[in-house]
C-alpha cells in the first residue's frame, strides 16, 4: 500500500485508484480537473479507468460482484439487483422504489443479508435509495461473502471492538455507551434519526438551516414531510426562522458544525434562545463530522449529534461508518433512545467494527495535528496575492462555532479557498497540486476536491445562489510535515503566476 502522507498520487495515470490504494478505500483518485468534468458528465474514458469510488456513489468492485452474484441467484429477465445489511433495508428501498409505481421482491440470503429485486428500469431510483439513506453493504463485508478475501475476523471480534468504540465516543462526547448508536455510514445514522424524528413527530416538516452537505439536505427533502430549507446567509433568516417556529411545528433543527464547505457555523447561542422563546420542544440535531468531537462539544446545543466515522475518527480511508450519540440532558433522551434501541436496524459488519477501533486509537492525536496543518496552510494562502477568499471556521465559524469549541479546541481539519481569475486559474492549480485529489476528507493524508462541482454539478447556479462558488477548491489536510506541505501549495501557485 501507498504511503500517500509522503507519496501522493497526484499524477495522471493515478486516475482512477482508491484512495488509500487498495479495496477498501473510500476515495478514488480524480487527478485532473477534466477527471472531475468527465465523472460528473459519465465521459467513459475517465470512468472506465475507475478501480474503485466512494461506496454510496460508486460500487467498488468487491460490492459489484456482489450484486452480480445476487442477480444470477434471485434476478429473472429483466431485472437487476441490489444487496442490503438486512431485509429491513431492503423492504425500506422497495418502499421507495414503489413510490415511482415500481414493484419489487425481497429476500434474506446469506450472513444475514437482503436482496431485493426490481425491474432493470428502477435500477437508477434503486441506486439512488442507496445513496441517499446510506444503508449499504460494506466491501469487507461484500468480500468475505463472495470469497475474495480470508476472513480474519470473528463477530465476536466485532462485538467487542463495537462496545469499544461506542466507550469511546461517549467518553468524548460525556455520555454513556447506551446513548452512542454505529452504522455503516454517515448518511446511515442521518436517515436513523429523520426515520426518528418523523415517526416521534408525524406530520411534521424538518428544517436544515446553513448550507449543508449536499445528500443530508436531499435525505429531508425525499423522505418524510419534506423539508424548510433556511440558508442563513442573510440576517433577517434568523427572523424569519423565528416566524417559521412561530407558525409551524417542526419535527427537528438540522445543521452542521462548521458547515461544508463553507465552514460556516449559525449563531448557535441565539438559535437556542429562539427555539427557548418559541418551539422549545423541537429538537436540534448537529453534524461534528468536521470539527469533531476532539474540538467541538455539540452536545453544549444538539438533543443529537450526528458524525460520519469514514473522515477524521478513522483516518484511515479505509472504512465506511457513522454515529448517532444522544445527549442525556434532552427532553426527549428517553424517547430517542428506546425508539433507536428498537428501530437503529443497523450495526457495523464485525470487519469494520475492528478495522475503526484500531483505527481510531489516536484519534484525537491525529485531529490536533490535523487542525494545526488546515490553519497553518490557510493562513498561508490567505496572504497569497493569487487568492481571492478563504473559508475556515476559525474566522466563518464565528461566535457560533466559538459557543462550543473546547478549551484549547482546534477547528478541524477542512477550509476552502477561491483563486483570483478562477474559472483559468483553478484547473491549472488543482493539476499541478502535488497531494492526493478526490472526494471525501478527514483522511491522514491531504485531499483536496473542486467541491461544488462534485457536489452540485447539476446545480451550480442554485449552489452559487447560497454563497457557495462553481469553482471552489476544498481541502482537507492531513498528517504530513506542515512546511512541506506548504511548499506543495506553492509550487501549484507558481503555476499559474509564472
Same mark, same amino acid.
Given at each position: 500500500?501507498?504511503?500517500?502522507?509522503?507519496?501522493?498520487?497526484?499524477?495522471?495515470?493515478?486516475?482512477?485508484?482508491?484512495?488509500?490504494?487498495?479495496?477498501?478505500?473510500?476515495?478514488?483518485?480524480?487527478?485532473?480537473?477534466?477527471?472531475?468534468?468527465?465523472?460528473?458528465?459519465?465521459?467513459?474514458?475517465?470512468?472506465?479507468?475507475?478501480?474503485?469510488?466512494?461506496?454510496?456513489?460508486?460500487?467498488?468492485?468487491?460490492?459489484?460482484?456482489?450484486?452480480?452474484?445476487?442477480?444470477?441467484?434471485?434476478?429473472?429477465?429483466?431485472?437487476?439487483?441490489?444487496?442490503?445489511?438486512?431485509?429491513?433495508?431492503?423492504?425500506?428501498?422497495?418502499?421507495?422504489?414503489?413510490?415511482?409505481?415500481?414493484?419489487?421482491?425481497?429476500?434474506?440470503?446469506?450472513?444475514?443479508?437482503?436482496?431485493?429485486?426490481?425491474?432493470?428500469?428502477?435500477?437508477?431510483?434503486?441506486?439512488?435509495?442507496?445513496?441517499?439513506?446510506?444503508?449499504?453493504?460494506?466491501?469487507?463485508?461484500?468480500?468475505?461473502?463472495i470469497g475474495s478475501t480470508s476472513a480474519s475476523t470473528t463477530q465476536a471480534d466485532g462485538v467487542a471492538a463495537s462496545l469499544r468504540l461506542r466507550e469511546r465516543l461517549a467518553a468524548l462526547s460525556g455520555?454513556?455507551?447506551?446513548?452512542?448508536?454505529?452504522?455503516?455510514?454517515?448518511?446511515?445514522?442521518?436517515?436513523?434519526?429523520?426515520?426518528?424524528?418523523?415517526?416521534?413527530?408525524?406530520?411534521?416538516k424538518t428544517a436544515q438551516l446553513d448550507f449543508p452537505y449536499v445528500d443530508v439536505l436531499k435525505l429531508q427533502q425525499l423522505f418524510g414531510e419534506g423539508a424548510h430549507f433556511l440558508p442563513l446567509i442573510?440576517?433577517?433568516?434568523?427572523?424569519?426562522?423565528?416566524?417559521?417556529?412561530?407558525?409551524?411545528?417542526?419535527?427537528?433543527?438540522?445543521?452542521?458544525?462548521?458547515?461544508?464547505?463553507?465552514?460556516?457555523?449559525?449563531?448557535?447561542?441565539?438559535?437556542?434562545?429562539?427555539?427557548?422563546?418559541?418551539?422549545?420542544?423541537?429538537?436540534?440535531?448537529?453534524?461534528?463530522?468536521?470539527?469533531?468531537?476532539?474540538?467541538?462539544?455539540?452536545?453544549?446545543?444538539?438533543?443529537?449529534?450526528?458524525?460520519?466515522?469514514?473522515?477524521?475518527?478513522?483516518?484511515?480511508?479505509?472504512?465506511?461508518?457513522?454515529?448517532?450519540?444522544?445527549?442525556?440532558?434532552?427532553? =426527549?433522551?428517553?424517547?430517542?433512545? $428506546?425508539? @433507536?434501541?428498537?428501530? %437503529? !436496524?443497523?450495526?457495523?459488519?464485525?470487519?469494520? *467494527?475492528?478495522?475503526?477501533?484500531?483505527?481510531?486509537?489516536?484519534?484525537?492525536?491525529?485531529?490536533?495535528?490535523?487542525?494545526?496543518?488546515?490553519?497553518?496552510?490557510?493562513?498561508?494562502?490567505?496572504?497569497?496575492?493569487?487568492?481571492?477568499?478563504?473559508?475556515?471556521?476559525?474566522?466563518?465559524?464565528?461566535?457560533?462555532?466559538?459557543?462550543?469549541?473546547?478549551?484549547?479546541?482546534?477547528?478541524?481539519?477542512?477550509?476552502?479557498?477561491?483563486?483570483?481569475?478562477?474559472?483559468?486559474?483553478?484547473?491549472?492549480?488543482?493539476?499541478?497540486?502535488?497531494?492526493?485529489?478526490?472526494?471525501?476528507?478527514?483522511?491522514?493524508?491531504?485531499?483536496?476536491?473542486?467541491?461544488?462541482?462534485?457536489?452540485?454539478?447539476?446545480?451550480?447556479?442554485?449552489?452559487?445562489?447560497?454563497?457557495?462558488?462553481? =469553482?471552489?477548491?476544498?481541502?482537507? $489536510?492531513? @498528517?504530513?510535515?506542515? %512546511? !512541506?506541505?506548504?511548499?506543495?501549495?506553492?509550487? *501549484?501557485?507558481?503555476?499559474?503566476?509564472?
Amino acid at each position: 500500500m501507498s504511503d500517500l502522507i509522503h507519496h501522493p498520487l497526484w499524477q495522471e495515470d493515478s486516475l482512477g485508484s482508491p484512495l488509500p490504494d487498495h479495496e477498501y478505500g473510500v476515495s478514488v483518485s480524480l487527478p485532473l480537473w477534466r477527471h472531475v468534468i468527465g465523472y460528473e458528465e459519465k465521459d467513459p474514458d475517465v470512468v472506465s479507468k475507475f478501480r474503485s469510488g466512494y461506496p454510496r456513489f460508486c460500487c467498488p468492485p468487491a460490492v459489484a460482484a456482489l450484486f452480480e452474484t445476487a442477480e444470477k441467484e434471485f434476478a429473472q429477465e429483466g431485472e437487476r439487483c441490489l444487496v442490503f445489511p438486512n431485509l429491513r433495508h431492503a423492504e425500506r428501498c422497495r418502499e421507495f422504489i414503489g413510490r415511482t409505481a415500481f414493484s419489487g421482491r425481497c429476500t434474506s440470503w446469506v450472513n444475514g443479508l437482503a436482496v431485493i429485486a426490481f425491474p432493470a428500469e428502477a435500477y437508477s431510483e434503486a441506486r439512488r435509495y442507496w445513496r441517499f439513506c446510506g444503508e449499504v453493504v460494506s466491501t469487507r463485508q461484500a468480500c468475505e461473502v463472495i470469497g475474495s478475501t480470508s476472513a480474519s475476523t470473528t463477530q465476536a471480534d466485532g462485538v467487542a471492538a463495537s462496545l469499544r468504540l461506542r466507550e469511546r465516543l461517549a467518553a468524548l462526547s460525556g455520555q454513556q455507551p447506551e446513548d452512542v448508536f454505529l452504522f455503516p455510514s454517515g448518511m446511515a445514522a442521518n436517515f436513523a434519526v429523520h426515520r426518528m424524528l418523523t415517526a416521534l413527530f408525524p406530520g411534521r416538516k424538518t428544517a436544515q438551516l446553513d448550507f449543508p452537505y449536499v445528500d443530508v439536505l436531499k435525505l429531508q427533502q425525499l423522505f418524510g414531510e419534506g423539508a424548510h430549507f433556511l440558508p442563513l446567509i442573510r440576517e433577517e433568516e434568523y427572523d424569519e426562522l423565528r416566524a417559521l417556529l412561530v407558525r409551524e411545528p417542526l419535527a427537528g433543527l438540522f445543521c452542521e458544525a462548521p458547515s461544508n464547505p463553507l465552514l460556516r457555523c449559525i449563531d448557535l447561542e441565539r438559535l437556542l434562545q429562539i427555539r427557548s422563546e418559541t418551539q422549545p420542544e423541537v429538537p436540534i440535531i448537529i453534524d461534528d463530522t468536521i470539527s469533531t468531537v476532539a474540538h467541538a462539544n455539540a452536545m453544549r446545543v444538539a438533543d443529537i449529534v450526528t458524525t460520519s466515522l469514514t473522515k477524521t475518527f478513522s483516518g484511515a480511508g479505509d472504512v465506511l461508518a457513522g454515529s448517532v450519540i444522544l445527549n442525556r440532558q434532552s427532553p =426527549h433522551h428517553q424517547a430517542f433512545q $428506546a425508539f @433507536l434501541a428498537v428501530n %437503529a !436496524d443497523n450495526e457495523l459488519w464485525h470487519g469494520d *467494527a475492528v478495522a475503526l477501533e484500531i483505527n481510531s486509537r489516536d484519534f484525537a492525536e491525529r485531529a490536533d495535528k490535523m487542525s494545526q496543518n488546515a490553519l497553518a496552510l490557510a493562513d498561508y494562502l490567505h496572504a497569497h496575492p493569487a487568492v481571492e477568499k478563504i473559508w475556515h471556521a476559525k474566522v466563518q465559524g464565528g461566535q457560533g462555532y466559538e459557543f462550543i469549541r473546547r478549551e484549547n479546541g482546534g477547528y478541524g481539519c477542512l477550509f476552502s479557498f477561491l483563486l483570483k481569475d478562477a474559472k483559468n486559474t483553478s484547473p491549472r492549480f488543482y493539476d499541478a497540486l502535488q497531494v492526493c485529489k478526490g472526494p471525501s476528507l478527514g483522511t491522514n493524508f491531504t485531499l483536496v476536491c473542486p467541491y461544488t462541482l462534485l457536489a452540485h454539478y447539476e446545480e451550480l447556479e442554485w449552489a452559487a445562489s447560497c454563497g457557495v462558488p462553481s =469553482h471552489l477548491i476544498r481541502v482537507s $489536510a492531513g @498528517l504530513e510535515d506542515t %512546511a !512541506d506541505l506548504i511548499q506543495r501549495f506553492e509550487s *501549484a501557485l507558481l503555476a499559474i503566476t509564472e
